[in-house]
């Protein structure tokens, strides 16, 4: 079994081999990688174990615990694929809405991209190099604008939870579109819509009855509800703004 010392698959470094006659072939921890990410969109992050991406390129398990000690690792390592496909510019424009905006919205296009992404993401810490280059674009959005360092690392943490909490939100529609064969309009009219019409008529939730009759935010497409609801924390961050200086 591989050795299980809790040392970061940061800190190992790459093995190198090469391929050749008579040797065995080489792989590469972005080989392997790239390997349980195609395996997890396909069909799901349990489906992608360290025999099934043996398989796939046709060699054996165990082989492969030289290249990725722990299945921890292998879930560190696509996290960090994942946040590699996020593009921002080398640094903040000096516009810090715009900045968390585009942060948030790369992270929700990477999130539905990999239906496993979040669930990884907020279940583990992770230090990987991508992720740490998106978290301090962000983290510097906010730089020299009246904020201590606690102020900054909170509310990036809370742009965080509230990007993260949305693309679970609607990936659990999605989930449940493709379980029931149903689209979310039709889930809402068809599979659940008589329930709620007589929750809303006997009288006893007259919030939650308003909320289901009166709000335009839930009838908006998800993208504009992921907006709306991300305007939000920023204008909440934005109380908290004191100077305007441009990095």
Same mark, same amino acid.
């Given at each position: 079994?591989?050795? =299980?010392? *809790?040392?970061?698959?940061?800190?190992?470094?790459?093995?190198?081999?090469?391929? %050749?006659?008579?040797?065995?072939? %080489?792989?590469?921890?972005?080989?392997?990688?790239?390997?349980?990410?195609?395996? @997890?969109?396909?069909?799901?992050?349990?489906?992608?174990?360290?025999?099934?991406?043996?398989?796939?390129?046709?060699?054996?398990?165990?082989?492969?615990?030289?290249?990725?000690?722990?299945?921890?690792?292998?879930? #560190?390592?696509?996290?960090?694929? @994942?946040?590699?496909? /996020?593009?921002?510019?080398?640094? *903040?424009?000096?516009?810090?809405?715009? #900045?968390?905006?585009?942060?948030?919205?790369? /992270?929700?296009?990477?999130?539905?991209?990999?239906?496993?992404?979040?669930?990884?993401?907020?279940?583990?810490?992770?230090?990987?190099?991508?992720?740490?280059?998106?978290?301090?674009?962000?983290?510097?959005?906010? #730089?020299?604008? %009246?904020?201590?360092?606690? #102020?900054?690392?909170?509310?990036?943490?809370?742009?965080?939870?509230?990007?993260?909490?949305?693309?679970?939100?609607?990936?659990?529609?999605?989930?449940?579109?493709?379980?029931?064969?149903?689209?979310?309009?039709?889930?809402?009219?068809?599979?659940?819509?008589?329930?709620?019409?007589?929750?809303? =008529?006997?009288?006893?939730? *007259?919030?939650?009855?308003?909320?289901?009759? =009166?709000?335009?935010?839930?009838?908006?497409?998800? @993208?504009?509800?992921?907006?709306? %609801?991300?305007?939000?924390?920023?204008?909440?961050?934005?109380?908290?703004?004191?100077?305007?200086?441009?990095?």
């Amino acid at each position: 079994m591989p050795d =299980e010392e *809790p040392t970061s698959i940061w800190m190992l470094p790459e093995r190198q081999e090469r391929s %050749g006659p008579g040797r065995r072939p %080489g792989y590469s921890r972005e080989q392997i990688t790239r390997t349980a990410v195609q395996i @997890a969109d396909a069909e799901g992050v349990e489906a992608a174990t360290m025999r099934r991406i043996a398989c796939e390129l046709g060699t054996g398990a165990m082989s492969l615990y030289r290249y990725v000690p722990k299945r921890d690792d292998l879930f #560190d390592l696509m996290i960090d694929m @994942a946040m590699g496909e /996020i593009e921002l510019p080398d640094g *903040p424009s000096g516009d810090w809405r715009s #900045d968390l905006s585009l942060v948030a919205h790369r /992270i929700r296009a990477a999130g539905l991209r990999h239906s496993w992404l979040i669930a990884l993401l907020t279940g583990r810490p992770t230090l990987g190099p991508h992720l740490l280059r998106v978290h301090e674009f962000a983290l510097s959005a906010l #730089d020299r604008r %009246g904020l201590d360092i606690d #102020d900054i690392t909170g509310f990036v943490g809370m742009l965080n939870d509230y990007v993260h909490s949305a693309i679970r939100r609607e990936i659990g529609w999605l989930e449940e579109a493709r379980r029931t064969g149903l689209d979310p309009e039709r889930w809402k009219r068809d599979y659940i819509g008589p329930y709620v019409r007589q929750v809303v =008529e006997s009288g006893a939730f *007259p919030l939650f009855s308003r909320s289901l009759l =009166e709000s335009r935010t839930s009838r908006l497409p998800p @993208a504009e509800q992921f907006q709306y %609801g991300l305007d939000r924390v920023l204008n909440g961050i934005s109380v908290h703004i004191t100077s305007d200086i441009s990095r």
